[in-house]
């Protein structure tokens, strides 16, 4: 695995009064006065401890995981993800938009890149930066680690800046497959986003042609 520079915590995941972002804690509070039966916190990673495959999206949707405290769950991202994971043999189970529908991650985990939800779905600079080392902590945690999935830019560059690559020779583009220099594979969609998917911009096919060259690369490891 490649040396990580940053301080690493102890635990991968934050903890739930975590107040290492000001703007993003004061927007889980506020959060919780108006929907107390919701998650509001930090979300935990997804997926078993020795998967070869990591997918990093940006942040909990406001209502998919800040409600139900499981990555890409209840919202539109995560129907898209969920159903392709499961079509690409990632998953155990029935995806039903809830933390307890039983559903099963096989060799895959999934973050995000910033664990608190942020206002308007956009995280500061700052925020991104005092998260990064619990992504660090996740990636040094996986031994098995084959791929990084990245959903979108900002993940694509939270994860080189923490795997110490330099950016200008990764750029980001859909369907970009990268080999780093510590061996890892960082694979690059856009963003499985409503916004992205009604626009046009990422379609389903899209979307699985990215899980067909990971799953043709795991294979071959």
């Known amino acids: 695995m490649a040396q990580i520079t940053q301080i690493i915590p102890a635990t991968a995941d934050p903890a739930a009064d975590c107040a290492y972002c000001p703007r993003l804690a ?3 509070c506020a959060n919780r006065e ?5 998650h509001n916190a930090p979300v935990a990673s997804f997926g078993p401890p020795d998967a070869r495959l990591l997918i ?10 800040n409600r139900t405290a499981r ?5 539109w991202a995560g129907d898209l993800l969920y159903q392709t994971i499961s079509r690409f043999g990632f998953s155990r189970g029935t995806y039903d938009g809830r933390a307890d529908d039983g559903l099963e991650l096989i060799d895959c985990r999934i973050t995000n ?10 995280p500061k600079g700052v925020e991104i930066h005092s998260c990064a080392p619990f992504l660090a902590r996740e990636i040094s945690e996986l031994p098995r680690l084959k791929v990084v999935l990245a959903l979108g830019l900002i993940a694509h560059g939270t994860v080189l800046s923490i795997l110490e690559q330099r950016k200008s020779a990764f750029r980001f583009a859909h369907g970009a497959v990268h080999r780093l220099h510590n061996k890892l594979w960082l694979a690059d969609s ?10 046009g911009r990422l379609t389903t096919e899209m979307f699985e042609a990215v899980f067909v060259g990971i799953r043709r690369q795991l294979d071959r490891a």
């Open 190 to 199: 856009y963003h499985c986003s409503r916004y992205n998917t009604n626009t």
């Open 113 to 122: 890149a910033v664990r608190c939800v942020p206002p308007q779905n956009k």
């Open 26 to 28: 004061a927007f889980r």
């Open 71 to 75: 990555p890409f769950t209840g919202d």
């Open 56 to 65: 990093v999206g940006l942040a909990p949707g406001m209502r998919g995981a």
């Open 34 to 38: 108006a929907e107390p039966n919701w």
